[in-house]
Nanobody, 126 residues
Framework: QVQLVQSGGGLGQTGGSLRLSCAASGLTFSRYSMGWFRQAPGKEREFVVVINWSGSTTYYADSVKGRFTISRDNAKNTVYLQMNNLKPEDTAVYYC???????????????????WGQGTQVTVSS
């Protein structure tokens, strides 16, 4: 079965940086778009960014555009999220996710993703 194992995150400061990684197994990684979502306490899980199967196309939520960068290494079956210029409102549990379908260009809704990482807490202090 598909497994997504996340690492990184933790405590950061306002204006600082953190990096998340997500290692995938059990799927032909290079065929699937990968996304990052986040969920703050008392809020719904929200879309952050998606990268298509080849890494040629990315799409960011307005709230993180210009600050976060998604990338992937298909040779390592891993997707990354580099978070710069952190803000307190970035505090949330972050999840990586694999699209349900191969070769879909821009999945952005939670129900378009079929496999999820275990979640990683990111806390940004002011």
């Amino acid at each position: 079965q598909v497994q997504l194992v996340q690492s990184g995150g933790g405590l950061g400061q306002t204006g600082g940086s953190l990096r998340l990684s997500c290692a995938a197994s059990g799927l032909t990684f290079s065929r699937y778009s990968m996304g990052w979502f986040r969920q703050a306490p008392g809020k719904e899980r929200e879309f952050v960014v998606v990268i298509n199967w080849s890494g040629s196309t990315t799409y960011y939520a307005d709230s993180v555009k210009g600050r976060f960068t998604i990338s992937r290494d298909n040779a390592k079956n891993t997707v990354y999220l580099q978070m710069n210029n952190l803000k307190p409102e970035d505090t949330a549990v972050y999840y990586c996710a694999a699209d349900r379908l191969p070769y879909r260009l821009r999945p952005v809704h939670v129900d378009e993703f079929g496999s999820w990482g275990q979640g990683t807490q990111v806390t940004v202090s002011s």
